[in-house]
């Protein structure tokens, strides 16, 4: 044989693979947990509180029992294990006990037969409820004297707080700035609602097909509740309609498990859009207090900030969404004296946890609000401030902590900054205008702005958490063709991780055919498809596994023909490249499978007093330039363009990095100009997609994207996390441009027409406008 | 049921007559007692899209449809566009241009792209915005959606009006 017939395969890490589950997708055939059916099953509902802080007298079932067609009606009462669960701290009850916390609580669980019947069902069970006043201020709650909502907390409602001290905390400076700002609550919104399918098992255990971010955690935590074994309860990841951090906490997991043991027939639960929205936890909301001393030069000389997280309910994923916040607090920059102070806090407001960007996104539009008010007090350009103090690579945290591979801050603000801007609107054409084809303007009052932001994110698990993943590879020759088969429980939830499964394993063995095997509990964890780690980590884990399998396979030729081989492009080849055998040649009907669990470097606790520490493993950077026109009497806003430059390390699917590009800025969209949860008192105003409103395509704005890659020696293949940086500075980018535009301080987000229209929250002069001719 | 009301209707190229509560909407109809799941329930009030279908040509919200009005009706699914195992033109540009991640929303949008193009609204970018603007995406692949639905109203030229 001669090296002629070696061919590299198609597919592999560099390459915009297609996403294997594509074909299914667009022919509406890739089974979502919402689309899953059982012989015989029954439906699940759930009753929930319709106070946000009540104390519970008595719960009643009786009568939902007495409808025909329900097969069970639980409370706490019937909960086997413990009734507590939390990903953080065991927290929050599977169902109410004493007092429900939060509206939206869920109270009760029913099985019937019809979705229909199990609504009538919930009507009919009897809550008496002592409705006490609810804490919904998160400042509030931590004074002194705010009644304690979980006295088992030893802070009273203080779940965290991070101090960061850095240099002299009381350092002065020529030119201070200060701020106080806001952040609105925002929902991941993902599209497919909360569903799984829980079926009983002949051992007493149960399987659960559930949408998820996570399968071992959530494993443990319903084997937890119902008193099982781990290995009795097994999870199986079924189509996952989006998540965005809001699948990392359980929603209906132990409740449909808990209807399926008690019934022992399958339970199907499906949340409807509104019940979604008290279904999941959220982005917290934010108050964020800062003030930025720097020199005559604009070399920034101390910061000093504050922010309160209001964590709602539960603790959910809050004690490390305060560390990201108070350790990125300060945003890419380089800053000597540093005096940071984040507390996470229980308020009686819808739960808060994992959302895309977790912490960062906050703090980012405060410290970049912060940079743009600097740079006018200085009468510097915005640009030029940031790049003068931008971190780079060698650069250190305000943990002590030294950024060891590329931080290309000052590029990336380059590079967005350089894009030709795009042209002005034709006021001809109401699409090009604030208010769309509602003709609301012919280009009268419509001034535009540009804005910049730029921001940091961690990557993986922090602060010393055993942060890994397992992966099994196997491979074997079917039909005299060598094939890989992948199996780990890392979940799928649209980022294109089985793309980048089956592209390593691709480029690893060589081997064309590589099917990645359904995720479940039936190998190790996997960890979270959140903090933007699963390429890195679930990635690493497949590529180590993959070495290991080569390996056996080189010794084993190396046995049978009496040399020493290696593997390339999925031929068995010699030192002088002469291809000496096939895979098939050499495996036969032998099977090589490795499972390997693989961890990246070690992180470590912070300092309780200074939060000095190594807490992360991976930095991650994007900047935007946002281009924005606004209706200034109208207070409408039209973002008109979106430039974002991110360093990925190495784009191992290019065309799914620009998706991940394109998806977070458009997230980061909607919480400048769209998104807010309103909660009034503790209660919830607008659980509907006509209430809430998401970007449309309409909204999307083009995009001109820079992708670098700049290896990170640490991360296999020199990866960096992709997902979470985009969302992360479009915000505070978008509010720039808009501020350009108006003149306005806009310290909340998301701004809303109000905040732009009305004299009254006027600061600053508007400048010359219109700048759009009218006609 | 004792009030349920028999419909015909031909869903696919397929007859089917079933009986159903005349409260039912279009989408529980097609998921529930048809089994055809590719047509999903994102909201239930005419929000996001993503039940997307076409009665009789036209597209429609099948979740603020009643089964019942679709009696004597032509209803085509996403499981019905592709014939013989060949994608339909609008599907395979999707797939190309990876105008999707999570997909929840794809049967919606690929429904929606395909009335689109047959209105003759997909002559420019803006236009095909316009006449998307009913289909929410939360992953925001709108770009690539964008230029899928325009390649594909390229190749179905003699579709558009």
Redesign the interface.
């Given at each position: 044989m001669s090296t002629a017939t070696r061919e590299t395969v198609a597919g592999r890490v560099g390459d915009?693979a297609?996403?294997p589950?594509?074909?299914l997708?667009?022919?509406?055939?890739?089974?979502?947990s919402?689309?899953l059916?059982a012989d015989d099953m029954l439906w699940g509902a759930t009753l929930r509180s319709p106070h946000p802080h009540a104390r519970i007298r008595s719960i009643d079932v009786t009568a939902a029992l007495t409808l025909p067609g329900v097969y069970a009606a639980l409370t706490h009462a019937d909960v086997p294990g413990e009734n507590r669960y939390g990903l953080d701290h065991r927290d929050q009850p599977v169902l109410a006990e004493d007092v429900v916390r939060y509206q939206g609580e869920p109270v009760a669980v029913v099985a019937a037969d019809h979705p229909e019947t199990a609504r009538r069902a919930l009507d009919r069970i009897a809550v008496d409820y002592q409705v006490l006043d609810p804490v919904v201020d998160a400042e509030l709650a931590m004074a002194e004297g705010a009644p304690v909502l979980h006295p088992e907390c030893p802070g009273g409602n203080v779940l965290r707080h991070v101090r960061i001290r850095r240099g002299d905390p009381e350092a002065t400076a020529e030119v201070v700035v200060t701020g106080e700002y806001r952040v609105g609550m925002q929902d991941?919104?993902?599209?497919?609602?909360e569903s799984g399918l829980a079926v009983p098992a002949e051992d007493g255990g149960v399987d659960l097909h559930v949408a998820t971010q996570w399968l071992h955690v959530d494993q443990s935590q319903v084997a937890h509740a119902l008193g099982l074994p781990p290995e009795k309860v097994r999870l199986t990841l079924a189509?996952?309609?989006?998540?965005?951090g809001a699948r990392e906490d359980l929603s209906m997991q132990v409740h449909a498990c808990l209807l399926a043991l008690r019934t022992r027939r399958p339970v199907k639960m499906?949340y409807?859009?509104e019940e979604s929205f008290f279904g999941h936890v959220h982005r917290h909301p934010a108050l964020l207090r800062y003030e930025h001393g720097a020199d005559r030069h604009g070399r920034l000389v101390s910061v000093r900030a504050e922010i309160v997280l209001d964590g709602g309910a539960y603790a959910s994923s809050t004690p490390a969404v305060v560390a990201n916040a108070a350790t990125l607090g300060i945003g890419p920059y380089q800053v000597p004296n540093v005096r940071m102070d984040c507390w996470g806090v229980y308020t009686n407001n819808p739960p808060c946890g994992a959302m895309r960007g977790f912490g960062a996104v906050q703090a980012c539009f405060a410290y970049e609000s912060q940079m743009d008010k600097l740079a006018e007090r200085l009468g510097m350009d915005p640009v030029e401030l940031r790049i003068r103090n931008a971190m780079r690579e060698g650069s250190t945290m305000p943990t002590g902590q030294v950024v060891d591979s590329a931080a290309p801050v000052a590029e990336l603000l380059r590079r967005v900054r350089d894009k030709p801007l795009p042209p002005p609107a034709d006021p001809t054409?109401p699409?090009?205008l604030p208010g769309?084809?509602a003709n609301t303007t012919r280009g009268d009052g419509v001034v535009r702005g540009v804005g910049y932001g730029v921001g940091i994110k961690n990557v993986a698990f922090s602060e010393g958490f055993d942060d890994y993943s397992t992966a099994r590879v196997r491979l074997e020759v079917l039909g005299g063709e060598p094939v890989v088969s992948v199996h780990t429980a890392a979940v799928e939830?649209?980022?294109?991780l089985v793309t980048v499964q089956q592209q390593i394993a691709r480029t690893e063995l060589g081997i064309a055919r590589v099917t990645v095997l359904p995720a479940d509990t039936g190998v190790g964890s996997a960890g979270s498809s959140s903090a933007s780690r699963q390429s890195y980590v679930t990635g690493g884990a497949v590529k180590a596994a993959c070495e290991r399998v080569r390996d056996t396979l080189c010794a084993l030729a190396a046995t049978r023909l009496g040399r020493e081989v290696g593997l390339v492009d999925g031929k068995l080849v010699t030192a002088d490249g002469a291809v000496a055998a096939s895979i098939a040649d050499v495996l036969g009907d032998e099977v090589i499978e490795r499972t390997v669990e693989w961890r990246h470097r070690p992180t470590f606790p912070l300092d309780p007093l200074t939060g000095q520490g190594n807490a992360h493993t991976q930095y991650a950077f994007a900047a935007h330039r946002a281009v924005v026109d606004v209706d200034v009497e109208l207070g409408l806003v039209k973002v008109v363009e979106l430039a974002c430059a991110q360093d990925v390390g190495r784009a191992i699917n290019p065309?799914?990095v620009l998706?991940q590009i394109?998806?977070g800025?458009?997230?980061g969209l909607g919480l400048a100009v769209m998104e807010e949860i309103q909660v009034v008192d503790g209660t919830v105003r607008n659980p509907?997609?006509?209430d809430y409103l998401?970007?449309?395509?309409?909204d999307?704005p083009?995009?001109v994207v820079d992708v670098l890659e700049l290896a990170d020696p640490h991360a296999p293949y020199g990866l960096r996390g992709v997902g979470e940086p985009p969302t992360i500075s479009s915000t505070p980018a978008i509010v720039a441009a808009i501020r350009a535009a108006t003149g306005r301080a806009l310290t909340r987000v998301p701004v809303r027409p109000d905040d732009i229209a009305l004299a009254g929250s006027a600061s600053r002069p508007v400048p010359s406008r219109p700048e759009v001719p009218c006609d | 049921m004792s009030n349920h009301v028999a419909v015909t209707v031909r869903v696919n190229g397929v007859d089917r007559e079933i009986e159903v509560d005349p409260r039912a909407t279009l989408t529980e109809t097609l998921r529930d007692r048809l089994g055809l799941t590719g047509t999903k329930k994102g909201c239930d009030r005419g929000e996001c899209g993503a039940c997307t279908v076409l009665v009789n040509g036209r597209r429609v919200l099948s979740c603020m449809t009643l089964a019942v009005t679709a009696h004597g009706a032509e209803v085509t699914t996403v499981e019905g566009l592709s014939s013989g195992g060949e994608l339909h033109p609008v599907q395979r540009a999707f797939l190309e241009n990876d105008a999707f991640q999570c997909g929840f929303c794809t049967p919606g949008q690929v429904m929606s792209a395909v009335a689109c193009i047959a209105e003759g609204h997909a002559t420019s970018d803006d236009e095909i915005r316009e006449w998307m603007s009913g289909n929410i995406c939360r992953c925001a692949a709108y770009p690539q959606i964008v230029a899928s639905v325009a390649k594909a109203a390229a190749e179905l030229g003699g579709a558009a009006r």
């Open positions: 915009s297609v996403r589950d594509a074909a997708k667009v022919r509406g055939e890739f089974a979502y919402s689309d059916f991941q919104a993902f599209l497919g609602p189509g996952v309609g989006g998540a965005f499906v409807g859009r054409d699409r090009d769309g084809v939830v649209g980022q294109g065309q799914a998706g394109h998806g800025s458009a997230q509907s997609f006509t998401i970007p449309t395509i309409v999307m083009p995009m | -």
